[in-house]
């Protein structure tokens, strides 16, 4: 299925909530356009999800339901893997490993971690704060050259390169050194009920997101309800009208349009006019993917082929790069000389 002409792209998502339109444009969108040109390989990753708690029954649903949208987003299982990150045992036990060869210092600078941490009060489970060692795992396992994320996921690409570049340098040549990739657009979408923030599919206010699954009357609620500001015309300033800025953002992705062009259409619409006008938009970008979402749930069979026979073949690549690193670590080698 892969040619080996091709770079590899690893990215993954947490069924930690149903996706937003943030996780869309930020992340999944990208990778349907990137799917054509590298081989790729994308992970529903489940064991981060536990990283805060999570209901059995919930996080089943939402698990399978996360791997149907992404697909119906227009991932193509002919062209890409697709796969739950519990299916591959490698994600964990890569992850020890780095784990043995990863610093706390460097881990306690995490920003997601420090953000993260202060929700849990004094239940801060130890998965939240070795969080970034398992992406490392993840990514690494695979050989990958780009890992496409939006861009609150920067300071933990960069980990990965450090341990990568660590281990390479300890042991001997082992993994490649990943890159970033961020999207031209979408690559920070903000809350709707708090543009300083960033939209999350966790967050307590389901006013703060809109969802792909949300229905045209839900996302049109959503925008009329969304914070702006106290003048009245519709234009583009990140610092001063971060409200505003961050829905034309919503617009020109819907819209597949650039932020100039979306503020060339809007400019001149009252506030109410130009909220409306971002809910059409993303309403229509979001049907055609509703419609399948819709369909492949209706077939869990052949879904849940889609993501075993995924599983399979990561499964291959990935204990392979397992089994190097155990060997260069020390680990006893069965037969040898
Ligand atoms: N606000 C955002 N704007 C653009 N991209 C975003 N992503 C997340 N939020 C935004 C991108 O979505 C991908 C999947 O993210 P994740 O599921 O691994 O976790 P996250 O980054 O922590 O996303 P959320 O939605 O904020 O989840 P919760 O609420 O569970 O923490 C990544 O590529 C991410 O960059």
Same mark, same amino acid.
């Given at each position: 299925?892969?040619?080996?002409?091709?770079?590899?792209?690893?990215?993954?998502?947490?069924?930690? /909530?149903?996706?937003?339109?943030?996780?869309?444009?930020?992340?999944?969108?990208?990778?349907?356009?990137?799917?054509?040109?590298?081989?790729?390989?994308?992970?529903?990753?489940?064991?981060?999800?536990?990283?805060?708690?999570?209901?059995?029954?919930?996080?089943?649903?939402?698990?399978?339901?996360?791997?149907?949208?992404?697909?119906?987003?227009?991932?193509?299982?002919?062209?890409?893997?697709?796969?739950?990150?519990?299916?591959?045992?490698?994600?964990?036990?890569?992850?020890?490993?780095?784990?043995?060869?990863?610093?706390?210092?460097?881990?306690?600078?995490?920003?997601?971690?420090?953000?993260?941490?202060?929700?849990?009060?004094?239940?801060?489970?130890?998965?939240?704060?070795?969080?970034?060692?398992?992406?490392?795992?993840?990514?690494?396992?695979? %050989?990958?050259?780009?890992? =496409?994320? /939006?861009?609150?996921? #920067?300071?933990?690409?960069?980990?990965?390169?450090?341990?990568?570049?660590?281990?390479?340098? %300890?042991?001997?040549? #082992?993994?490649?050194?990943?890159?970033?990739?961020?999207?031209?657009?979408?690559?920070?979408?903000?809350?709707?009920?708090?543009?300083?923030?960033?939209?999350?599919?966790?967050?307590?206010?389901?006013?703060?997101?809109?969802?792909?699954?949300?229905?045209?009357?839900?996302?049109?609620?959503?925008?009329?309800?969304?914070?702006?500001?106290?003048?009245?015309?519709?234009?583009?300033?990140?610092?001063?009208?971060?409200?505003?800025?961050?829905?034309?953002?919503?617009?020109?992705?819907?819209?597949?349009?650039?932020?100039?062009?979306?503020?060339?259409?809007?400019?001149?619409?009252?506030?109410?006019?130009?909220?409306?006008?971002?809910?059409?938009?993303?309403?229509?970008?979001?049907? =055609?993917?509703?419609?399948?979402?819709?369909?492949?749930? %209706?077939?869990?069979?052949?879904?849940?082929?889609?993501?075993?026979?995924?599983?399979?073949?990561?499964?291959?690549?990935?204990?392979?790069?397992?089994?190097?690193?155990?060997?260069?670590?020390?680990?006893?080698?069965?037969?040898?000389?």
């Amino acid at each position: 299925m892969f040619d080996k002409d091709k770079k590899i792209i690893f990215s993954g998502i947490q069924p930690s /909530g149903d996706f937003t339109i943030a996780n869309y444009f930020g992340a999944i969108r990208n990778w349907v356009l990137l799917q054509n040109d590298y081989n790729s390989i994308f992970c529903v990753v489940d064991l981060h999800a536990i990283t805060v708690p999570q209901e059995p029954a919930v996080l089943r649903r939402r698990s399978i339901e996360c791997a149907a949208m992404i697909l119906a987003s227009g991932i193509d299982p002919e062209k890409s893997l697709l796969f739950f990150q519990s299916s591959v045992s490698a994600h964990s036990e890569l992850c020890w490993l780095l784990n043995c060869n990863s610093y706390m210092g460097e881990m306690a600078r995490m920003t997601q971690y420090k953000e993260k941490s202060v929700k849990q009060g004094d239940t801060i489970r130890v998965g939240l704060f070795d969080y970034p060692v398992l992406m490392a795992a993840d990514i690494l396992l695979y %050989n990958t050259d780009i890992v =496409p994320v /939006g861009d609150d996921q #920067t300071q933990h690409v960069e980990l990965a390169r450090n341990i990568a570049e660590r281990f390479n340098h %300890n042991y001997s040549p #082992t993994f490649v050194v990943p890159e970033g990739y961020y999207g031209k657009a979408g690559s920070r979408i903000m809350s709707l009920a708090n543009p300083e923030k960033k939209m999350s599919k966790s967050d307590e206010n389901t006013n703060a997101f809109i969802l792909m699954k949300d229905k045209r009357d839900v996302i049109m609620n959503k925008f009329k309800r969304a914070v702006t500001d106290s003048e009245t015309e519709v234009y583009y300033d990140k610092e001063k009208k971060k409200g505003i800025s961050n829905l034309l953002e919503i617009y020109s992705c819907a819209k597949g349009i650039t932020i100039p062009e979306a503020e060339a259409e809007c400019r001149g619409m009252s506030y109410a006019e130009f909220k409306e006008c971002v809910g059409t938009a993303v309403a229509d970008c979001l049907d =055609p993917i509703q419609v399948r979402f819709e369909a492949l749930m %209706n077939d869990k069979p052949a879904l849940e082929k889609i993501l075993m026979d995924s599983a399979d073949a990561a499964r291959s690549i990935a204990n392979k790069t397992l089994r190097k690193v155990q060997k260069k670590i020390g680990f006893y080698q069965f037969g040898s000389k």
